[in-house]
């Protein structure tokens, strides 16, 4: 099934700001947008934004979701240590009946 | 607090079915969808399919005659059954209700 498109990494210094994107079609991102979830080595996914971009409890503010069209971004700000993880985006596809991921990006802080 | 428990690792051979479970607690457990997602060691996040809160189903088209998710609602648990498995199912098994709470993930591998 198709994916969502994800570049493999990104990198950053730290304090600096990072931009994830998460490209899709009209049938997916398009029509209902994308959630985002982090992933740190060795644990389960953590979501970061719903799919209408609003952050659940406790995610921290610097980080912020938005969409433009069939792509979805996740803006990171103030780059920390504990940033450093792999960002999948997801969508429901509405012409395939199937949640879709992205393929992941490694945010690398340094 | 929402919590979701899986079973344990699991080590099966080719042809082999494995049937992981995911037990709910915190929460109305009819009231919610509950998905099922795998990872390959090194790879990303596969959606398998859903349990609607209404009981039914979706499977991800790849999946489609191979994967089986029912429920017990006495024990809010869910079920997700895997036939004729290969070595490419080697994998995290991981259940996740809507995607805001996730179980520990259970690890299947697959060798003869």
């Known amino acids: 099934q198709a994916g969502l498109t994800q570049p493999p990494s990104v990198s950053r210094s730290l304090r600096q700001t990072a931009t994830l994107t998460c490209t899709g079609n009209?049938?997916?991102?398009?029509?209902?947008?994308a959630a985002w979830l982090q992933q740190h080595q060795g644990q389960p996914p953590k979501l970061l934004s719903y799919r209408n971009n609003d952050r659940p409890s406790g995610i921290s503010e610097r980080l912020s979701a938005s969409r433009s069209g069939n792509t979805a971004s996740l803006t990171i700000t103030g780059l920390q240590p504990e940033d450093e993880a792999d960002y999948y985006c997801?969508?429901?596809?509405?012409?395939?009946?199937?949640?879709?991921f992205g393929g992941g990006t490694r945010l690398t802080v340094l | 607090q929402v919590q979701l428990v899986q079973s344990g690792a699991e080590v099966k051979k080719p042809g082999a079915s494995v049937k992981v479970s995911c037990k709910a607690s915190g929460y109305t457990f009819t009231s919610y969808y509950v998905h099922w997602v795998r990872q390959a060691p090194g790879q990303g996040l596969e959606w398998m399919g859903v349990m609607t809160p209404s009981g039914s189903t979706i499977y991800a088209q790849k999946f489609q005659g191979r994967v089986t998710m029912t429920r017990d609602t006495s024990t809010s648990t869910v079920y997700m059954d895997l036939s004729s498995l290969r070595s490419e199912d080697t994998a995290v098994y991981y259940c996740?209700?809507?995607?805001?709470?996730w179980g520990q993930g259970a690890l299947v591998t697959v060798s003869s």
């Open positions: 009209s049938n997916n991102v398009g029509n209902q947008g």
């Open positions: 996740a209700r809507d995607w805001s709470y």
């Open positions: 997801s969508a429901w596809d509405t012409s395939l009946s199937a949640w879709v």
